[in-house]
DNA sequence: TCGATTTTTGCATACGCTTGCAAAAATTGT
DNA sequence: ACAATTTTTGCAAGCGTATGCAAAAATCGA
């Protein structure tokens, strides 16, 4: 009724001269058309304007080749990274991406549920996991998901992660070659499986070795600033001074040693060591050298869709879970030590 | 035919015993259905595991409530934050986003088209602009686009964007103010609208003044690390050192400003004034202290936001341009001066 | 050239929902 | 209790595309 209503295919076939079906099969790839009536209706197409409704053909195909990007952690330093690099994989397998975000009232299992009504043909969920329910109606509709940043092997559910026990040895072991002895903990949000596995893994290495132990665990302790602020309640405190401080943003660790540096004179590392988390591109920078721990996003991004994209298109497959390794660095808030028998420092 | 097919408006119907078009009632707020009607079917909804398909609703009914968001710019500081708010602002309303990258080699129009092809009833485009050809497109078929930070006026798009005029004025004469007088401009982009505007006004403003002038300018320097190196090839060149130095990138002017403290010795503000662009969370951190811009994107995204909806559910309103101010802030990288008149210092 | 084969086309139905319209049921007033 | 009114319900026709099937057209072989 509409006066200005959008062409449509039957608008393209008059015009053309043909049937919708052939239209519909002008826009089909690999569809059995001939070359003139193809020329035709691309003609007409041009001439009206005509786009294919994907939200039709979404129905008629049962595929709407949309994928629900639930994102839980925007604070993450890598943030538009992770979320350019997704989008873009995925365009490039031809899907499109609705993004909502599950942070404070909005939650999780909410979010997951309206991406079903809107169709998606998979899910990836970045740093939350969804509860036992909502995975149940998920697999009841055959719709793959992916937890990103968080493993998903007790829902059942594909999930690509980083291996935080391997960090937590990584950290404690560095820090134990480089003869630390008080270790403090500073973490920001406790709940984190990340930060409570690779904390474990911290606990029982130095569980092995008496001479080292930790002095304090502190959570809520987020950002530059808080590091900063952070630093100078420790100290004030002699007696439970720390030689090392592992902190699980890179962030904070920078804070923490800028308030070592300018506020306090500390001397890093002779003094105390730092140790990040997430190798943040100032941690490079010539001024910080953060010693930080680096984990290998773009591969777990890349793994992350390819998982949910072999789920879309094989149902068949089996959810499997990924845990990717991370890497120490070493930089200038840890001492360097040089190996006995090779004599290379690191 | 599938056996595990989703359950739709049909199987509820038929277990709770009530035509399809009542159980499509059911689901629509405000429609008209009595209480036992309802009661019947939500308990047959959720046997069923029943969730209302929205693609084919959006068929029906001819909108889509769903939003595309063209993302051009990925490296800008606040991006994470800008997409958050533009998406919870959006999911506020009862729109979903689809993000799409505009980088590289996906063209802004393709992307565009694309999303005219998903029915799509607005889009939001940040940091880009559509071609005229598109724009006529969108304007055919009545789907409102939003640019933000970009102006639109030409196009005839409604614009959300900074008067980087303003900000090219503001600086000019804050640094007059504070008596510099060889400026070096430093720009990332140089195609970007506002660093164009923006040094058009510094330039006509320097001209006004014979005692100020401008030493240099220079594009494609980006990020922390290309500006402590173009501080050195600067500083190489005794006869063209400015004594003032304008960024388009906190990013940059960070990197300049440890290159001066830590590489060359140079003395912020005395010797070399150094103002940034952005307004950065770590322009304010204590060790860094930079002067600069804020650019009030919050209240952008919300303009822009609201504009969209409301071009959405009112096609007959006109595209209108919305021009918001920034604000200079003066910190530890430019001198301070007082005013003679009240004492006070700025 | 004619029958056999292949390719292209159109017909008709399905996808799952909304909604105008009219019939049915419930509610109200007297 | 009955007519008048209001509310609830069902019917049926869309929304724009895909696709199985059979008919029509084009191509091929000899």
Redesign the interface.
């Known amino acids: 009724m509409n006066i200005?209503r959008?062409a449509n295919s039957q608008d393209v076939a008059a015009l053309a001269g043909v049937s919708q079906a052939t239209v519909s099969r002008a826009f089909t790839p690999g569809a059995s058309i001939s070359d003139r009536a193809r020329k035709k209706i691309e003609a007409a197409a041009a001439k009206l304007?005509y786009?294919?409704?994907?939200?039709?053909r979404?129905?008629s195909k049962r595929r709407?080749r949309?994928v629900g990007?639930l994102?839980a952690n925007?604070?993450?330093p890598k943030?538009?990274?992770l979320?350019?690099n997704i989008?873009?994989a995925l365009?490039e397998h031809d899907y499109?991406?609705?993004?909502?975000?599950a942070?404070g009232s909005?939650l999780t299992d909410e979010v997951l549920?309206?991406f079903?009504?809107?169709?998606v043909d998979g899910v990836i969920v970045f740093s939350a996991a969804p509860t036992a329910e909502i995975s149940a109606?998920y697999a009841?509709?055959?719709v793959p998901i992916v937890l990103l940043n968080q493993n998903g092997q007790s829902l059942n559910t594909s999930s690509v992660s980083v291996d935080a026990t391997g960090i937590g040895n990584q950290i404690a072991s560095s820090l134990l070659a480089r003869s630390y002895k008080r270790l403090a903990l500073i973490s920001a949000n406790p709940k984190s499986q990340i930060v409570i596995d690779m904390t474990k893994a911290i606990v029982s290495t130095v569980a092995e070795h008496p001479h080292m132990r930790i002095i304090s665990q502190q959570t809520g302790i987020d950002g530059?600033?808080a590091g900063?602020r952070e630093i100078e309640n420790i100290w004030k405190q002699p007696e439970t001074r720390p030689d090392a401080i592992v902190c699980t943003s890179d962030n904070t660790a920078l804070?923490i040693l800028?308030g070592c540096?300018?506020n306090l004179g500390i001397k890093v590392p002779e003094e105390l060591a730092i140790v990040g988390l997430g190798d943040i591109?100032?941690s490079a920078?010539?001024?910080q050298s953060l010693s930080t721990i680096k984990i290998p996003h773009d591969e777990m991004v890349s793994k992350a869709v390819m998982t949910l994209i072999t789920g879309i298109e094989d149902p068949s497959v089996q959810p499997e879970s990924y845990r990717y390794q991370a890497e120490f660095i070493q930089r200038g808030t840890t001492r360097i030590i040089s190996n006995p028998k090779t004599g290379e420092t690191q």
Chains 1, 2 share one sequence.
């Open positions: 200005a959008r304007g786009q294919p409704n994907i939200i039709a979404s129905l709407s949309l990007l994102f925007w604070t993450h943030a538009a990274d979320l350019k989008t873009e365009t499109k991406v609705i993004v909502q975000s942070t909005r549920r309206e079903l009504r809107y169709q109606e009841r509709a055959q530059y600033e900063m804070g800028a540096r300018q591109p100032a920078w010539q001024d």
